[in-house]
Nanobody
Framework: QVQLVESGGGLVEAGGSLRLSCVAS????????MAWYRQAPGKQRELVAR???????NYADSVKGRFTISRDNAKNTVYLQMNSLKPEDTAVYYC????????????WGQGTQVTVSS
């Protein structure tokens, strides 16, 4: 079992910045990739950024150049630095982790609200 706890969401003005954190606990030894997703009201959940054990990253086109995902394996923590925020970034942001133990498992955090005002 893996537990993911997000923090760092809140209300910011357009052009501002936020830094989200996600701490993993439990059976973390076999965690591979971690990622951030987001879901706005009435929309599908979408991948925002993903990072592998080897620190390789990929981003949604809508956030490239503005968001940065990073990972501290010693602290079992993944971060999402969000700069130049836009109202369209408003959503609930979810931490995701994959773990292999005989088969692959997928885990989700509880989500943290990000609201960007204009």
């Amino acid at each position: 079992q893996v537990q993911l706890v997000e923090s760092g969401g809140g209300l910011v003005e357009a052009g501002g910045s936020l830094r989200l954190s996600c701490v993993a606990s439990g059976d973390i030894v076999n965690i591979n990739a971690m990622a951030w997703y987001r879901q706005a009201p009435g929309k599908q959940r979408e991948l925002v950024a993903r990072i592998t054990d080897g620190q390789g990253t990929n981003y949604a086109d809508s956030v490239k150049g503005r968001f940065t995902i990073s990972r501290d394996n010693a602290k079992n923590t993944v971060y999402l630095q969000m700069n130049s925020l836009k109202p369209e970034d408003t959503a609930v942001y979810y931490c995701n982790a994959n773990r292999f133990y005989l088969v692959w498992y997928n885990y989700w955090g509880q989500g943290t609200q990000v609201t960007v005002s204009s």
